[in-house]
């Protein structure tokens, strides 16, 4: 491929990134929702500019290696499909930054923003003391909990021991360690007797129909995290059916099951759904209370 780039302000470098990208017709979607989001991205990361930069930074110019090593990320991004931020290995979620890899999904849910409110109104924040995140992947849900409740400790629990591997690089960069548990466990399996305010889950929800339709940058992300039987109900299923023995009194179910919500629905009719909305976008996630649970599962 071509290098096309001619001028080398961050600006015009992100101007032709947007380009490449949009006449490449990638997906976007793993952090970013279009090409000029992306192009900013890459740029940034590669000339080390902060995120919350002021405009006038797209005036800097850009160092030749700076210019190959955009051009090279580019390349990959264009070739071989890859998520960035598998390129970067850097995510933002939360207001907080996470290494990421192919070990884990990389984290895009709008639980961030339930998080940066502390679930309200949904809950006292002052009375919670514990939390868990079920199906962690690189710990983001667990480790933005745990900074939005100080005084909490948090258990976050996945089946995938190279996932809990991400999220211990991740605890450490945060320096979370000691408040937050690493279990591997299937579900609730090694959880016997604990018990939350709060279970967060964002579990593996999609359809094998819609599995075999994802955009091939799909494909870099761990099958295991992802795809849950045939309706994408499996995960969710056992969640809905073991979760009430574990939460506290007023305590709260939180799970996201993105374009799963309708089956979910027609199979679970008796259960009071509340579905959230959320001011940055994004759905598919639903709250029940512990005593919900236990009146609508039989």
Known sequence: MARLFHRTTAGSLIGSVQRRLTRAKVFFGHGTENARDEAAALVYFVMRLPHDSPPRVLQRRATAAQVAGIDALLQRRIAERLPLPYLTHEAWFAGLRFYVDQRVLIPRSPFAELIEKRFSPWIDARRVRRLLDLGTGSGCIALAM????????????????GALEVA??????????RRVRLIES????????????????????????????????????????LESGREGLDSAGIILAQAARHLRPRGLLVVEVGNTERALRRAYPRLPFTWLDFERGGGGVFLLTREQLERGIT
């Open 168 to 177: 211990a690089i991740n605890r450490r960069r945060l320096r979370l360690t």
């Open 186 to 225: 299937d579900h609730f399996a090694a959880l016997s007797g604990e018990s939350y305010d709060i279970i967060a889950s964002n579990p593996p929800y999609v359809g094998a129909r819609e599995m075999r339709g994802l955009p091939r940058e799909y494909r870099h992300e761990p099958r295991l995290a």
């Open 146 to 161: 745990a900074r939005a409740f100080p005084r909490a400790r948090v258990d976050a629990v996945d089946i995938d021991p």
